[in-house]
């Protein structure tokens, strides 16, 4: 689903583990500012010995914010748990009581045929019971993806299972962590992941199986601190939109807004496609030059991309 700008409103996605106490105080006080989402991990950094506990500060963080709300005005991301398991979702909801109108929804680790129809049918049954819209976003990093066998027979059940549930589907997201690890690969801080030929194939296979009908979601950036590392995001962000995406995971504040100034929209490109979704219909020509005299308009092929551009200036703005 790309027809909302609510689809492109992830933006940089703040990763989190549930269990730190802090992240209810730095919300209230604005400490990330006011243009990122944010998902607290039950998952990956959660030891298994400890999840129990994570939930209660989890519900404990979002208690603290909703009350926080009653007196005071700040700004409140989209929040979004990373969950273990398919019955996590049901169990989570319950847990957090009237606080579950802050959350947006729930991501979705190692998305794959064993455990999809669970995930989807949780997802719809939270939805039957809750007040507010709670959308999902799949994360596609399991070892399945590598093997070019059955990689496409595998994506395209994955995307006919989301049919089911297309309109909650908010982003489709990748884990180039986890895909990078299956072959032992880190890049370094000057080193793009589109440029790893074995993980940037599986995000261009990902990008062609559902690129048309949803917003996909760049990897995580490693690097927040020392020399090269905003340059490194700078250029990693120019590969992401090159390569159709949208939007990125974030492991530390410095990097938001870096993210968010790649989100933001060249004014030049916001007027064409302006002009383009503006075409005289009953004009004879469908081509025509840019408004800045710079390079060729043509309706019947920039349509799409006009459209999307924007949704993105809607969402992130002009420069």
């Known amino acids: 689903m790309k027809n909302s700008s609510i689809y492109y409103s992830v933006g ?41 506990e994570a939930e209660q500060c989890l519900a404990a963080s979002l208690l603290q914010i909703r009350r926080a ?71 596609y990093e399991s070892a399945c993806l590598v093997d070019l066998r059955s990689r496409y027979d595998i994506l ?25 690890h299956l072959f032992a690969f880190r890049r370094h801080v000057n080193e793009s992941i589109h440029s790893i ?49 949208i939007g990125k995971t974030v492991i530390h504040p410095s990097q938001i807004e870096v993210v968010n100034d790649a989100l933001r929209v060249p004014a030049k490109d916001c007027e064409d496609a302006r002009s383009i979704l503006d075409w005289d219909t009953s004009s004879a020509s469908c081509v025509s030059a840019s408004h800045a005299k710079e390079r060729m308009n043509e309706r019947k092929t920039h349509t799409n991309w006009a459209r999307q551009i924007m949704l993105m200036a809607e969402t992130f703005g002009v420069f």
Request: proline share 5%; with cysteine.
């Open 156 to 180: 395209y059940a994955l995307k006919e299972k989301l049919s089911a549930a297309e309109e909650l589907v908010l982003n489709i997201r990748v884990g180039g962590n986890d895909l990078c």
């Open 12 to 52: 940089p996605l703040l990763y989190c583990p549930a269990n730190r106490d802090t992240i209810a105080a730095s919300i209230i006080r604005q400490q990330f500012g006011t243009q990122f989402s944010l998902a607290l991990c039950l998952e990956d950094t959660i030891s298994d010995t400890h999840v129990a």
């Open 197 to 245: 030929r074995p993980v940037a194939d599986i995000f261009s296979d990902i990008l062609t199986v559902y690129g048309i009908d949803y917003v996909v979601s760049g990897p995580v950036w490693e690097y927040y601190s020392g020399n090269g590392w905003r340059e490194g995001l700078q250029k990693e962000l120019a590969d992401d939109r090159l390569c159709g995406f």
């Open 69 to 139: 709300m009653e007196y005071t005005s700040f700004y409140v991301p989209k929040i979004f748990v990373r969950v273990r398991c398919p019955q996590q979702i049901t169990h989570l909801l319950r847990l957090l009581g009237d606080s579950r109108i802050l959350l947006s929804g729930f991501i979705i680790p190692k998305f794959s045929p064993e455990n999809a129809d669970d995930y989807i049918r949780s997802v719809i049954a939270a939805n039957e019971q809750a007040a507010q819209q709670i959308y999902f976003m799949p994360i």
